[in-house]
C-alpha cells in the first residue's frame, strides 16, 4: 500500500451520466495530481492541486472538474463523458510539488 | 516538447538472470528521475530515483545508471524473480518543466521461470 487510496477501483458509465472519483491520501502530503493512463501512451498529466490551490490545468476538457476541499481529499467530476474518456484514472501525491508522486491504484473507468 | 522513451516494449528473461531496461529522454535540463513498476491491476509503484549530481545509485536489488552526455537512464535489476514481471517505466522532471514529470511508455518485462 503506498499511503494512497482511489474509490471506485472500476466504474462504467453512460454518456449522459454524472460521477465523480475520489482520491484520499494518508502521508501527509501537501501535493496532489490526476493523470490519466491509456494503453500504450504515457502518463498525462491533467491536473495538479498544491496546498489546495490549482496550480496546473493542462487543457483538460470541461467535463472534468476537479475538487481538492482539503490536502488529503481530492475528487475528479465527472459529466458528460466520451467513450474516448475510457482510460485508468491514477491519483498521486508528492511532499510539495517536485518531489517524488506516490501513486494510488487508479480507477478503471468504461465510457459506453 | 518532452520526449521520454525506452528502447523496447518487451523484455522476456529467465528467472535468476539480470534484467536490464532502459530509457532515453530528450531534455537537457532534465535533473531529477525515477523508475516506477506497474503490476497488473495496480498503480505505479516508486522503486528508486536518482539525481543528476549522481551517475549511479543502488537499491534492494536494483541500480539506476544516469548517463547525461547521452541522455540514457537505465534500470538493472538483479537476480530476476517471477514477482518483477510488470510494466516499468521512467519519469524524468527538468528545472524548466514546471516541476511536472515526464512519463515513459513504458517496457513490459516477463520473467520466465
Known amino acids: 500500500e503506498t499511503g494512497v487510496t482511489q474509490t471506485p477501483r472500476h466504474l462504467v458509465m453512460g454518456m449522459t451520466n454524472k460521477k465523480s472519483l475520489k482520491c484520499e491520501q494518508h502521508?501527509?502530503?501537501?501535493?496532489m495530481y490526476w493523470y490519466k493512463q491509456s494503453a500504450k501512451k504515457p502518463l498525462e498529466l491533467m491536473f495538479v492541486y498544491s496546498l489546495e490551490e490549482r496550480v496546473e490545468n493542462n487543457s483538460v476538457p470541461s467535463r472534468f472538474s476537479p475538487e481538492c476541499p482539503n490536502s488529503s481529499h481530492l475528487f475528479l467530476h465527472l459529466h458528460t463523458l466520451q467513450p474516448e474518456d475510457s482510460a485508468l484514472y491514477l491519483c498521486a501525491s508528492s511532499p510539495t510539488g517536485g518531489d517524488t508522486q506516490y501513486f494510488g491504484p487508479g480507477t478503471r473507468l468504461t465510457v459506453l | 516538447g518532452e520526449s521520454v522513451g525506452l528502447h523496447l516494449p518487451t523484455l522476456s528473461v529467465q528467472e535468476g538472470d539480470n534484467s536490464i531496461i532502459n530509457c532515453a529522454y530528450s531534455?537537457?535540463?532534465?535533473?531529477?528521475f525515477i523508475w516506477y513498476k506497474q503490476e497488473s491491476g495496480k498503480g505505479p509503484q516508486f522503486i528508486i530515483d536518482?539525481?543528476?549530481?549522481?551517475d549511479k545509485r543502488q537499491g534492494q536489488r536494483v541500480t539506476v545508471l544516469l548517463n547525461k552526455t547521452v541522455k540514457h537512464l537505465s534500470l538493472q535489476i538483479a537476480a530476476t524473480q517471477p514477482g518483477d514481471s510488470a510494466v516499468y517505466f521512467c519519469a524524468e522532471m527538468g528545472w524548466d518543466t514546471g516541476n511536472q514529470f515526464y512519463f515513459g511508455t513504458g517496457t513490459s518485462l516477463t520473467v520466465i521461470p
Open positions: 502521508l501527509g502530503h501537501n501535493a
Open positions: 531534455n537537457s535540463a532534465s535533473d531529477y
Open positions: 536518482i539525481r543528476s549530481n549522481m
